[in-house]
């Protein structure tokens, strides 16, 4: 049975996870697992909007109107730009949120056998469970989760290298990340 514990330095090549899902699915958690663990580099598209917004502050219902804004306006191309431009490419990396299927085909053309989609899927219910803080009330949460932003992220799944059932505790996410990274290491050392 493979080691779940695989050093960063163990890797020869760097690898590179983006993650997916809908809001509330466990992605940023996911991907900040993997960072912590595993020493990966942390980035997320949401961090390259939010430095759009500094000047103006931001919330999540800004961040999905200026993504939307920039997916409408045919700029999806250019965030995934100042996305990489940020990234120090000799290091695995853990990239949360894509939406697109532009950011899929960015990243797997950028980074090629060395990137991997993980998609995490939940329930409905169970993202709003997570997510009730964030929102007033059920109406609210679904407002944002079918806001025009947030509408591809659902044709991801059958381009994931993974897709990762995120209904129960985080640990058998963990579990199979765990896997995942454990056999992507074996593969290029």
């Not at 466990?26 to 430095?51: C, D, E, I, M, P």
């Not at 932003?149 to 044709?155: M, N």
């Not at 990762?164 to 579990?175: F, H, K, M, Q, T």
């Amino acid at each position: 049975m493979p080691s779940p514990r695989v050093s960063q330095h163990l890797l020869v090549e760097p690898i590179f996870f983006g993650f997916a899902g809908r809001i509330g699915s466990g992605k940023t958690s996911a991907a900040r697992y993997v960072s912590s663990k595993y020493g990966f580099q942390y980035t997320r598209y949401s961090a390259v909007l939010q430095n759009r917004l500094a000047a103006d502050g931001y919330g999540k219902d800004r961040l999905q109107k200026l993504g939307w804004d920039i997916m409408a306006g045919g700029q999806q191309v250019e965030l995934n730009s100042l996305l990489l431009a940020g990234l120090d490419r000799s290091r695995s990396t853990a990239i949360d949120g894509l939406r697109h299927r532009i950011d899929f085909d960015s990243l797997s053309s950028t980074f090629g056998q060395s990137f991997h989609l993980v998609f995490l899927q939940a329930r409905q219910e169970t993202r709003f469970e997570r997510l009730r803080t964030r929102f007033s009330d059920y109406a609210a949460f679904r407002q944002a989760d079918s806001h025009p932003v947030e509408a591809h992220i659902d044709s991801l799944q059958s381009l994931a290298s993974i897709v990762i059932s995120n209904d129960e505790a985080l640990e058998g996410v963990y579990r199979r990340l765990d896997e995942l990274i454990t056999l992507e290491a074996g593969e290029l050392n």
